[in-house]
């Protein structure tokens, strides 16, 4: 254990380890459920001070689940209404879920809350949730464009980058392939973050998983917006039982991307904190560059 606090960049959390099982459809590398106080006991024994929840709402599948079970023989404006009810009670869940996670992190000052917005929410609607979980203590953005299926270019997300910039909010999401559907890996491509990354340069945007499969556009955003940070989960975890990356191509990648804008996050509960944090220990990195992906990068660039 280094003598210096880690701080997670890109945790889960659940309510029940049963809904956090179901969240995970099998794709987990552990046999952890995501609760609260699960994920605390991880911390404390992996010497992990803070913890990011960067939670998020499955919305375009349960979307798609719903309209599924309406019956077949509906009217057109009946379809159409039920759909507009449907998309309604998913914006509610995503709400129901950011309203959980800034309670969570009152409760336990380790843990820190960034909310899931979806365009679906629509203008004043991804304005109002955002202010209102600012105000329960919401310190960033989670999106998902993989899961639910939107480009983060999308303009529908335009105004809320323009508040999350005028806060100072960061804003994390998935980039690169999505294990769990990889059929809409593109929509997280990270190329689709070019046009965003130049439209609010004082915006940080986090790609997570530091473009998952695609590391060399990964690389080539890095080298033009400067104001594009990474996280380690996944590409670089020790829970694998055969890493994704070896050590030689994961140091080459926390140095291509800079070391100073690589941080570690575990991606729990699909992947152990623990184990991912020993990884990174275990590389070939100076000290100083350990102790930047650890700690220093999450500190600063979210403002930890």
Known sequence: MPDYPIIDAHVHTYRSPEIGRRAMMGFGHTDHGGTVEELLRLMERAGIQRAVMVNMTPVADMFDAAIAKLPPDLSTADRQAAEVDIRQKMIERTQRRNAWTCQIAQEHHQLIPFIGLD???GEAGL????EARVEEGARGIKLHPASNRFYPNDRRLWPAYQRAQELGLPVVSHS????????SSDFAHPRNFA???AAFPKLIFVLAHAGLGNFDAADEIARTYPNAFFDSCVAINGSQSAAYLSDEDAVNLIRSLGK??????SDYPWYDPI???QRIGRLPLTANEKR???YENAHRILGL
């Open 119 to 121: 365009p679906e929410m």
């Open 195 to 197: 046009e965003a990354l």
């Open 275 to 277: 184990l991912d944090s």
């Open 292 to 294: 930047a992906v650890l």
């Open 176 to 183: 690169g392939k999505f294990i769990m559907t990889p059929g």
């Open 260 to 265: 100073d804008r690589v941080m570690f996050g």
């Open 127 to 130: 304005i109002a949730e955002l």
